[in-house]
């Protein structure tokens, strides 16, 4: 993972914990969803994101979203190298193949 792009996961991934450690589970899905779309070509990242996604499932009770996450943390491992829908942001309310347009702040970073 490049640099830049490595850092800004990382600061969405800190956004996330930090807006979870506050109780505020819909901003830190927002930034997981973020950090998703940053690091799904990549295992450890891709992965991370998703067991996050699961916690805030757990957390809020939606148990929907935990069941789908878990899923999706099993397929991460098998497909972040091969493919991966670009722009998608991970969550069970998104078709997991699901192709969707990057936010243009993050699309400089995986140029």
């Given at each position: 993972?490049?640099?830049?792009?490595?850092?800004?996961?990382?600061?969405?991934?800190?956004?996330?914990?930090?807006?979870?450690?506050?109780?505020?589970?819909?901003?830190?899905?927002?930034?997981?969803?973020?950090?998703?779309i940053l690091g799904q070509s990549y295992i450890i990242p891709h992965t991370l994101s998703h067991w996050w996604m699961?916690?805030?499932?757990?957390?809020?009770?939606?148990?929907?979203?935990?069941?789908?996450?878990?899923?999706?943390?099993?397929?991460?491992?098998?497909?972040?190298?091969?493919?991966?829908?670009?722009?998608?942001?991970?969550?069970?309310?998104?078709?997991?193949?699901?192709?969707?347009?990057?936010?243009?702040?993050?699309?400089?970073?995986?140029?």
């Amino acid at each position: 993972m490049k640099t830049k792009l490595k850092n800004a996961f990382n600061n969405e991934m800190l956004q996330a914990k930090s807006a979870y450690n506050n109780g505020e589970y819909t901003q830190a899905f927002t930034h997981l969803e973020r950090a998703h779309i940053l690091g799904q070509s990549y295992i450890i990242p891709h992965t991370l994101s998703h067991w996050w996604m699961c916690k805030i499932g757990f957390k809020t009770h939606n148990y929907k979203e935990v069941i789908g996450q878990f899923m999706r943390i099993f397929a991460s491992v098998i497909f972040s190298r091969l493919w991966v829908p670009k722009g998608n942001t991970g969550g069970t309310d998104v078709n997991p193949f699901k192709v969707m347009p990057v936010p243009e702040d993050l699309k400089h970073y995986l140029d």
